[in-house]
């Protein structure tokens, strides 16, 4: 590694940029140019490198320019990567820095710093997480013999035992209690996925990450977990089920009580929130995801038509699909987390400033509509205006003691850090334009679009129109159909319609992501 001093070259093009002396094109290749010197002689790193990459956000004139975020995202990474080599003095004031301007920025310039700063994350899943056969062959088994497993050895199932569907699990219960949950896959792929379901509710078991959260006890036989049903199931079951392969577990107190559910007491609410939030940081901080805390879509019409299946991607600050229909059956409850099928552990380096990002997005949601379940009648339209307005249904105190708590309690379990401050995110500004927007079913329409409907086959045309209320079926692929399937957080096809949330998570998951990488430096 050569400790060869700045080139002339170098000093006068740190110079031009701090100068604002060089346009838009021209600073980019200055910034490239300095990138790649400084990755060559990383020793070589001044204070009128760091004074030049730091002058390119104050220069007003590319504030506006169309291509700004790539210029800003550009000297964003240098300044990371440079901060993360951490060859000197002089690199280690570099994140805290840029911790700093974050909070004080906007737009395309907190979409770099933010996307940036996430390059920081070096959390690794842990060494002992479970591991999955190729193959898997489920174990053939009749129903009520699989019942019975339930019991304690050598009982039989209580007399009042009964079942009962609920969405595609079959509940085994008495009077008194839920003796157990199968629950089915929908699909082949589905099937590997209940399967290390059920190994990581066995892994969590045993490996305890000390949160107050309930775990479900799968049920292993000879040392499967995966199950064929040999025999009918009962009638009333889902058309979803294609197979009858299934996973079985016991319930934990509180699985199905779910935190939006109308009537619940505010108390328990919170307690469900910030013990599923400090759970998230737990996982988090080993590398370890819940990828679906809440369903999230930005088209969920095009699922099949796009690569990203119309998931949500809050970093695209697109409109977001169908928020209060979201966030019914969130996968936290008075329990804790649940739905463990949906964990993974980390693929890329900016999974942490994603997920976190998720996190907090789904919370703010069914936050939402906790308030919304208050008067679930009230919704769309009316006649008397073009659009309900439940603002009334919200109390912005609540809402904000909720966001806080969840943020402090998920920076606690990352970063296990004691303190959070609050106030540089400015949470009270931020919930009074969600109620703004969350109280206000202004937008309610989507399009099915021609290309769509030809995707589907007439039974499946009429079948999706019929479920979003259409009792006039119109002809296939003539031209795009309007449909009132809202409340959606933005127009069709346009941008969601609270920018401050998308900005919110920008600056709390690079703080996250920056406070892990600062406090591991430490150690």
């Not at 910034?31 to 990383?42: E, F, L, N, R, T």
């Not at 996430?118 to 999955?132: K, Q, T, V």
């Not at 509940?171 to 290390?196: M, P, S």
């Not at 949470?427 to 206000?440: F, Q, R, S, T």
Request: aromatic share 10%.
């Amino acid at each position: 590694m050569s400790h060869a001093p700045s080139s002339n070259a170098r000093i006068r093009e740190e110079q031009l940029l701090i100068d604002h002396c060089l346009d838009f094109s021209a600073a980019y290749m200055g910034i490239k140019y300095i990138g790649q010197q400084v990755a060559d002689y990383p020793f070589t790193v001044t204070q009128h490198t760091l004074d030049a990459l730091f002058s390119v956000f104050k220069t007003a004139g590319f504030k506006k320019a169309k291509q700004a975020f790539f210029l800003y995202h550009e000297a964003a990474c240098t300044l990371v990567d440079m901060g993360k080599a951490r060859q000197n003095d002089i690199t280690q004031t570099i994140v805290p820095k840029l911790m700093s301007l974050l909070m004080k920025s906007s737009g395309n310039r907190l979409r770099a710093l933010s996307q940036a700063l996430g390059r920081l994350a070096e959390n690794r899943p842990a060494s002992d997480i479970p591991s999955y056969p190729n193959q898997i062959r489920p174990l053939d088994i009749n129903l009520s013999r699989l019942a019975e497993k339930l019991t304690r050895p050598g009982r039989v199932l209580p007399i009042d035992t009964h079942w009962t569907w609920k969405g595609r699990s079959l509940i085994v219960r008495t009077q008194a209690k839920i003796l157990g949950v199968i629950k089915f896959a929908t699909t082949k792929d589905n099937i590997n996925e209940i399967y290390q379901e059920a190994i990581w509710m066995d892994w969590f078991s045993n490996n305890p990450l000390k949160f107050d959260n309930h775990i479900p006890k799968p049920l292993c036989i000879k040392g499967e977990y995966l199950f064929n049903i040999t025999n009918e199931l009962p009638e009333g079951g889902p058309k979803t089920i294609k197979e009858p392969v299934c996973i079985v577990f016991t319930p934990c107190p509180g699985y199905y009580e779910y935190p939006n559910l109308k009537g619940a007491d505010w108390e328990r609410i919170k307690l469900s929130f910030f013990k599923s939030a400090l759970a998230l940081g737990r996982l988090s901080s080993r590398g370890i995801f819940h990828t679906a805390l809440i369903p999230l879509f930005h088209n969920r019409v095009q699922q099949e038509r796009r690569n990203d299946n119309g998931r949500y991607l809050w970093e695209h600050a697109g409109r977001l699909d169908q928020w209060l229909d979201s966030s019914r059956f969130p996968n936290f409850a008075a329990s804790g987390l649940r739905d463990f099928e949906h964990i993974a552990c980390q693929a890329k380096p900016l999974d942490l400033e994603h997920y976190t990002g998720e996190y907090l997005l789904s919370f703010i949601l069914v936050a939402g509509a906790c308030f919304r379940n208050k008067a679930p009648h009230r919704r769309g339209t009316d006649d008397t205006r073009p659009y309900v307005d439940t603002r009334d249904l919200f109390c912005p105190d609540l809402f904000e003691s909720l966001l806080t708590g969840v943020c402090e309690h998920y920076f606690k379990g990352l970063t296990k850090s004691e303190t959070f401050d609050p106030a540089p995110f400015n949470i009270p500004a931020l919930i009074e334009n969600l109620i703004e927007k969350m109280g206000i079913d202004e937008h309610m329409q989507e399009s099915l679009r021609v290309q769509d409907q030809l995707a589907m086959d007439d039974d499946q045309f009429k079948q999706f129109l019929t479920n979003r209320g259409v009792t006039v079926i119109p002809v296939k692929g003539k031209k795009e159909i309007t449909l009132f399937t809202g409340p959606h957080l933005g127009e069709f096809n346009q941008s969601i319609s609270v920018p401050e949330l998308i900005e919110f998570l920008f600056k709390f998951s690079a703080f996250c992501v920056s406070t892990c990488f600062l406090k591991n430096k430490k150690l």
